[in-house]
């Protein structure tokens, strides 16, 4: 624990009383918080916090160790590093609100411009998106629920506009298995949950199945309704610094009939955003 021990010490001098609101009077004998003011910003006693920073053999808890981060103004690196020492595990990741995406990930979002992307969260609502992404699936915007899981079960469009219907809903319904795992009391994914057990029979059947999947790369094959058929590789990538959200874009090989399927889906998808 002396790792740990040395780590609180060596933030705890970093910080000055006035930038976490305590009074800088008196004479200090250390360049930053005592130690008492520490226990006091975590809420704990003083007594246990000096046992961390002696280096006792004490196991704390993950409140613990997300009040001193909070205390000590860690930041995600920090945080997950004390964890590390403390716990020998990585932090969990704090939840972000479901339509937070960072700025950087809309400006890529957007710099993909003929490549359709866009980022879902766990349970596969669609968060962000290019005008790629919804020249080819759907004008998300417009939809009554923006999830996937919903579009296949809910939007008659969905059946055809898939090749694989089935494969892709069972997928979706894998999803959102996962996604009850990682946090299994949040209540909009109950929510959709129960929405889709009361439309779907095939929801019903496929839930009970216990089937889980996570994001990763493949391939998926489309029929749509203005560019015809294509095949195209899908690739998901966790966000770092977030529970759940993944970038996912479709690309195809140079020279196939799919990636020249997608050149014309650019020119529409263009000439739409030129559109008054």
Not at 179 to 189: C, H, K, M, S
């Given at each position: ?92 990741l704090r939840r972000r609100a ?9 400006r890529l979002l957007e710099r ?111 029929r749509h309704p203005e560019v ?49």
């Amino acid at each position: 624990m002396r790792e740990m021990a040395d780590f609180l010490r060596s933030r705890r001098d970093r910080l000055r009383p006035e930038a976490v609101g305590l009074p800088a009077y008196g004479r200090r004998r250390v360049p930053g918080l005592r130690r008492a003011e520490v226990a006091q910003l975590a809420g704990i006693s003083p007594d246990y916090y000096m046992r961390l920073e002696q280096g006792h053999p004490v196991r704390p808890s993950p409140s613990v160790l997300d009040a001193l981060a909070r205390a000590l103004r860690l930041d995600a690196d920090e945080r997950d590093h004390l964890y590390r020492l403390a716990r020998a595990e990585p932090a969990p990741l704090r939840r972000r609100a479901d339509e937070e995406v960072v700025p950087g990930v809309h400006r890529l979002l957007e710099r993909l411009d003929t490549v359709p992307a866009y980022v879902l969260n766990g349970r596969l609502d669609v968060l962000a998106w290019n005008a790629m992404a919804a020249a080819l699936v759907t004008d998300f915007a417009a939809m009554p629920r923006r999830n996937l899981v919903w579009y296949a079960f809910c939007d008659p469009r969905a059946r055809s506009f898939y090749v694989d219907w089935e494969t892709m809903a069972r997928q979706g319904v894998a999803h959102l298995r996962a996604a009850t795992g990682r946090d299994p009391g949040d209540p909009a994914t109950r929510e959709l949950i129960e929405e889709l057990t009361g439309r779907s029979e095939e929801f019903r059947t496929w839930w009970t199945w216990q089937d889980v999947k996570g994001p990763g790369a493949g391939r998926k094959e489309f029929r749509h309704p203005e560019v015809g058929r294509l095949t195209l590789d899908y690739v998901a990538m966790l966000l770092p610094g977030t529970l759940d959200q993944q970038l996912v874009t479709y690309t195809a090989p140079a020279g196939t009939p799919s990636q020249a399927a997608l050149d014309r889906l650019a020119v529409l998808a263009a000439g739409r955003s030129e559109a008054p």
